[in-house]
């Protein structure tokens, strides 16, 4: 398992605030107003990163392309594994990290027409941004913001760059 990326201490606390549009509230109203979002826009994909909104996504039945899980909730509480997928690849990314192998399954889950879960050896939320930097053009990557709602990232040049700039900054050193 080689590291690539490196959370930064500037980036830990950046990145704690919302990576794109916040939906307050409790699962069903952010649920719904997310399928509004879904049916007006018709994104090309709709990717999932963590277990709470993954399952909640499920259970409404916007099926997510590809979720990133953990079967972790806040780090202390199992998930429950539920929910009928094509394909379940498993992968290392210990906390505050992104693997190389982390990468490459989650950019070749994207590049197939399967509904994928990738299931976590360690922490995927760092991994929203590699969601983002493969997703197709105006996809929508959901995570969770917790005790808060969900927060909804549109997969846009603009996010796109963002995210290539803190990537920039996360690189890790070649020993």
Excluded: W
């Amino acid at each position: 398992m080689k590291v690539a990326y490196i959370l930064t201490p500037r980036l830990r606390v950046f990145l704690k605030e919302p990576f794109g549009t916040l939906i307050k509230g409790s699962p069903e109203v952010t649920m719904a107003k997310f399928r509004d979002a879904v049916q007006k826009e018709n994104p090309p994909m709709v990717i999932s990163v963590g277990d709470i909104v993954s399952q909640n996504l499920h259970e409404c039945g916007l099926n997510p392309q590809l979720t990133v899980i953990d079967y972790i909730s806040l780090r202390d509480q199992a998930m429950p594994k539920q929910a009928a997928v094509e394909k379940t690849v498993y992968v290392q990314n210990p906390q505050g990290t992104i693997t190389e192998e982390a990468i490459e399954t989650i950019e070749k889950a994207l590049q197939s027409r399967a509904h994928t879960h990738v299931v976590v050896d360690g922490e995927e939320d760092l991994l929203t941004l590699v969601a983002v930097l493969f997703a197709p053009e105006n996809s929508f990557i959901v995570y969770g913001q917790p005790h808060c709602g969900i927060v909804v990232v549109k997969a846009s040049q603009s996010k796109k760059a963002e995210v290539k700039e803190f990537l920039k900054e996360m690189k890790a050193s070649k020993s």
